[in-house]
Structure formats: C-alpha cells, structure tokens
C-alpha cells in the first residue's frame, strides 16, 4: 500500500495538466469532475496509506520511497523523492481532505464564473504542490512546492484579474513571501556548504551529531529558515499579505487558510524541529514571534468589517498560535493545532462565503443581518467554526488543541509566563471577535435580502468539515479531562515530545482559566453585538479603531519605509541614467548620420570641389610637414 | 640646347592651364563645358609631364602622355554617351539637375 505514495500527489497535477490543455472545450460538469475526483481519490489513498502506516507503528516509523534522480552534479544529488513519516502523513491527509471538500464546494460557488476550468486547474496544481512540498524527502524538492505553492497563490489571489485591485494584492502576496522565500534559498545554499547534501533526514541526522547546540551556523540556518516560514505563514513582520489575500474567490481563501500555504511554514520548522532545537536563541524568537502575532492579529480582527479579512486576521493569529507551541518545543501540540485549524478554518470560509454568495457578494458584516433565518445550515455549521476557533470548552476541537498549545507554552521547559498570557489574553480576544461576526451577520434583523440558497455541493462540504471541528478534537484529550494520548503518541514517533512536569491540578486550573475566559468573551460579544447592536459598527474617526484596521499600521509603515522611496527612485531615474550612456552612443552616431548625409547633395560639381579641396590639403600637408 | 625654354615656364603654363581648367568644372553647370573643361585638365597634366621628360632627357614623359591621351578617349566616348544619356532623361545639359542621389 506504501508504494501507492506517488500517486497521492500525482493525481492533482495530472487533473492540473489536463484541465490546462483541454479546459476551455469541455463541458462544466466534467471539469468538476475531473477536478474534484483527483483530489478525493488522493484523499482516500491518503487515508489508506495512513491506516497501513499505522499498522507499521511503531517498528517503522518512516517509509521512502524514491522515484527517480533528479539531479546529479559533482556530489550534489537530489533525488525526486517522498518521506513518508508522523508529520507529513498528518499534513498530507489534512491537504488532501480538506481540499477535496473546498473543491467539491467550489464546483457550486463558482458554477457562473466563465474560467471555470482555468481555476479548477489551479486549484489542482495548489494542491500538487502543497503535497509535494509536505511529502519532499529533501529541501530541493521541498523548495519547488514551496514555489509551487506561491506561484499558485497569486494565480489564485488575483484569479478576478479585471479588477486591478485584485492584480495588486496578488502581487503583493508574492512580492511580501518572496522576501522570506530568499532568505530560506539562502539558508539551503548555507545547509549545502555544511552538510554537502540536501537530504533533510540525512542533514538532520549529521546536524544532531556534528553541531554544537547555539552554534552560528545552526542559528544563522534556523534564523534564515524562519524567515521563510514567517512569510510563507505570514507572520509578523511579513503578515501583511494575508489580510490582502482576501482579494481571491473565497474557495481560494479556504485552501490558502486552512489547509495549504500558510501551514507550511509551520511545518517547515517542525520538519528541521532538530536544527531548531540546536539553537534555543532562534527557537525563542519563534515562540516570540507567534506570540506577537498573535495578539497584534487578534487585536486587528476585533474591528474589521469585511467578514473575510475577520478570518484572515484570525488565520494569522492562529498560525501565531501554533508558531508560539514550536517556539517552545511543543511541536506535536502544533501540528495538533494545525490539524484543527485546518478543519474550523475551512469550514468558517466556507459557511463565510456561501453567506457572501446569498447575499450578492456583500463582504460589510454591517449591511448583513438576520441571516440566520433563511440559512439555517449555513448558521449552525458557522456557529460550530466559531465555537471552535472561540474555543468553546469540552465540546470543540479547538478548545483541545489550544488548552495543550496554552499548556505547554507555561509548563515546558521552553515556556514563559508572558508566552501564556498573551496567549491566553488573545483566547479571550478570538471569541469576542468572531462571535461578534456571529451576532452581527446571523442575528438581528434582515438588511440585505438574501437572493440564492447554497443547495448540496455546497452544504455536505460545511456538514462534514463541522463535524470535524468537534470530533477532531478528542484525539487528544488532557489527562485531568480524562486522558487521551492518541495524536501525541503517533506524533512522538516523529517528533519529540516537549518536556512537561507532570501536575493535573495545576493544568486543570490552566484550562479552566482559559475555558472561562472563551465563555466570557462570548458574553461579551453577545452583550455588545447582539443586544447593544446600534452601537456595534466601530467608529472610523477614532485613532485607536483606525490603527487596528489597518492592522496596527504595518501597511502604513512598509509603504514609507519601502515603497514610497521605491516609488522615488524610479520616479527620479525614470530615465534611465546608466541607460542614457548607450542612448548617448546611438544619439550621437545619429546625429554624425544627419551631419554627413547632408554632404551628400547629389551635384557633381560640389564632390568635385570636395575632391579639389581635399587634394589641395593633402598636398599641403605633405609640402608643410 | 642651351636657348631651350626653362622647365619652370612650361611647369607654370600647365598649372594656369589646370586651375583654369578645374575653375571650368566647378564654374560651369553645362556637362559638355564641363567635359571640355576636363580635357583641358587632362592636357595640362600632359603638358607638365612632357616638360618633365624633357627636363631630364627621358622618354618617359612622352609615354606617358600617350597614355594620357588613350584615356582621354575612352573617357571622352563614355562621357559623350553619358551626356546623350541625360539630355534623354533631363531634357537639359544642366549637370544640377541630375541630382536625385542626394543622401
């Protein structure tokens, strides 16, 4: 069954190859067909591969399998090659499974869009490349899904290419992430001096034998490769494409957000999670970093008015999340999250876009209202994504996922105080925020007239999706809720699990204090989104809601700092100064042209007096000298 | 041979003969002055190389001349028929007026 790997990733990017070619001259239902059916047999295949690797446990913890050489110059040897262990097989059946769902729900949302096979081809080739990214057995391959995978971003981003508002934001997420993919280019070519090979097992392995922990190259490898996952994740300071993402059809938003692409920063650090731990200063900075984030996302979402740039504040907050659980070794807890994230993640687009398309696709939470009624499905599923990226305790996937990730941040050997603050204080923030989209947009009374009713592509995927936002969860349960250890346990056999002291009253406490806090700021919401409404839409003149629109002015500071003296440069060299030397060459022998073609009038008589004139000077040059 | 006429006179004579000649094909705008013109140029040569060859006592000027002269009859019929040339496509002798290979 193991041998079965390639075709997982295969599958989509030959749905990509030929939805390329014959797109555009077959009919619509096809195209879904062919589209969807890649991805859910790669989905099933997944699943079945994860159940025969399960069997396997734990007498083999990783399987490879190599295709074929890709390249082979003077010792450098990368293969086309998959690994197949805990990690990737999590990140590979979350890809498939979740995007299976989004493109079943997409073959509906975007039934009227007139590329319709153009975006269900890259749709295919985001998912080829994620998995090829997760499933890579070295950091070459790894890098052409990384690639991959941004490249696909701004197809998608800027799908609706009409509107020069969309061109620009997918420009941005390429532009923004590029700045980060150079910095991890940079960290492989550092790797390869090192290591004279990009085999990640076979680097991990010498890493942990040869290098002393906190030496500069493991810092400067780790810090570079963070810079790539932080903007691939887009985490401060790079997170300011996200929010712009948004620009996309929503289908994309959900596998940009949930499922591929910004996870893949997450699971970068956790795939070099050796290296890292090789280099506490930079784990630290990671653990900083997601806790900053965090907050800075959570803060952003509370004012928002677009439902989907709530969520995409959301998504960068809950990225932060899982960052903050790397930072501190906790990396199974983070790909936990991951796991749950990418469930209610999708699942809140999902529902957040089948209310878009219900309602003329108004994004303003404020011309919204009252939807409940007539789209009661779509309700409870999105209350289901809210309870659980709210945290709603005992009964959600998220509540689990963030208790442990919360934990660890306080009791393992890497966690701080202020790591657990900030992380349990932006709990608090998350479920004013999205419960403030729930008791806007589903209560009070009706403003936009609600036009079309999802019908069943679009509701099996929110039904399935929000069940897994609340059974995804007791995989993992706390020992002093019980005690269940099945995602750990599979997790530690490819990752190491982070050091805990033991104590269940002290993490009863913790998970008290945050479940408390989740249901306070559902109060909260409720208090001043549902029966204070008129008061609820934020003030524009006020300062503080202002830079927390702007996602506390980042935007603002990286247009001064990097694109207004940019924008000067090229405005002051608009000529092109190096360029006018060469213009100077052709501008003079043009104008040597007019002088010397103006000798040639074409009467005899003159070229005869030229020959006269010429003769009678040589002649006195040769007399005179 | 001591009466003979100095070089220099002969010299002089064929250098007046040549600027007049060469003034004639700058001056005039009718080819056939100008091709009249040119015989008086080729003639002043020749006059300056007979006086040469008989300055120093050699054949050499004398040849020479008879060269000159071949030429100037190959010369003189090209041009002639270049003149009947233009005259058909001009309807003039006026060499200015051929001037459509201007750059």
Known sequence: MLDTLWIVPALPLAGFVFLALAGGRIPRTVIAFIATATVGISALLAIAIGVTFLGLLPQEASYRQVLWQWVSVAGFEPAIGFHLDALSLVMMFVVTFVAFWIHLYSTEFMIEDEAYGRFFAYMNLFVASMLILVLADNLLLLYLGWEGVGACSYLLIGFWYHDSANGRAAQKAFIVTRVGDTAMAIALFLLFVNFGTLDIQAILQQASESIQSGSLIAVAVTALLLGGAVGKSAQLPLQTWLPDAMAGPTPVSALIHAATMVTAGVYLIARTHTLYSLAPQVMAAVAGVGALTLFIAGTAALVQRDIKRVLAYSTISQIGYMFLALGVGAWGAAMFHFMTHAFFKALLFLAAGAVINALHHEHDIFKMGGVRHKLPLVFWTFLIGSASLAGFPLVTAGFYSKDLILWQAWSSGQGQAWLWAIGVATAFLTAIYIFRVVFIVFFGKERTHVEKLPRRPMTVPLVVLAFFSIVSGFVEIPPALGGRHLFSSFMSSALPSAAVEESHTTELIFSLIASLLALAGIYLAHLFFRTRREHAEPDAGKRLTRFLFGGWGFDWLYDRIFVRPFVWIARVNRNDYIDSIYGGIAALSRGLNTVFSSTETGRVRLYAAGIACGSIILVAIALLL | ?103
């Open chain 2, 1 to 103: 041979m001591t009466d003979q006429i100095p070089a220099e006179y002969a010299l002089v004579l064929a250098a007046i003969l040549f600027a007049l000649g060469l003034a004639g094909v700058l001056v005039r705008r009718n080819i056939l002055f100008i091709l009249i013109s040119l015989e008086i140029m080729l003639n002043a040569a020749g006059l300056a190389l007979i006086a040469a060859g008989a300055r120093w006592g050699e054949p050499d000027g004398q040849i020479m001349f008879l060269l000159v002269l071949a030429t100037a009859g190959a010369e003189v019929s090209v041009g002639l028929a270049l003149v009947l040339q233009l005259y058909k496509q001009f309807r003039t002798l006026d060499i200015d007026a051929a001037s459509r290979m201007k750059g």
